[in-house]
């Protein structure tokens, strides 16, 4: 299994940026893809972006171009960095691990990990 421990979000106005961090411990050799995730009031989770061992890239059309996602491998430390905050981005924010599915040791535990959540608010 693995442990997602989560840096603090923070308060911010319009425009500025915050970048959030995520590590993993335990493990981390199974894990194949992070990400975050985020939940605002009212609505629903909404994946903001991943990236996968190989490096392959996600993001949400709600994020593209002001967000951006990045893993440390050495440091099974996942970041995202974000730029132009609107008051839309205000959510708590969770890290999220996947394990793969091509190895013994990881078919055998839980696939699916979390993060506590951390809450970004951005001011207009």
């Known amino acids: 299994q693995v442990q997602l421990v989560e840096s603090a979000g923070g308060l911010v106005q319009a425009g500025g940026s915050l970048t959030l961090s995520c590590a993993a411990s335990?493990?981390?050799?199974?894990?194949?893809?992070m990400g975050w995730y985020r939940h605002a009031p009212g609505k629903e989770y909404e994946l903001v972006a991943n990236i996968g061992s190989d490096g392959f890239l996600y993001y949400d059309d709600s994020v593209k171009g002001r967000f951006t996602i990045s893993r440390d491998n050495d440091k099974n430390t996942v970041y995202l960095q974000m730029n132009s905050l609107m008051p839309e981005d205000t959510a708590v924010y969770h890290c999220?691990?996947?394990?793969?599915?091509?190895?013994?040791?990881?078919?055998?535990?839980?696939?699916?990990?979390w993060g506590q959540g951390t809450q970004v608010t951005v001011s207009a």
């Open positions: 335990g493990d981390t050799i199974c894990i194949s893809t």
């Open positions: 999220n691990a996947r394990f793969r599915s091509v190895q013994a040791l990881c078919t055998m535990l839980p696939s699916d990990y």
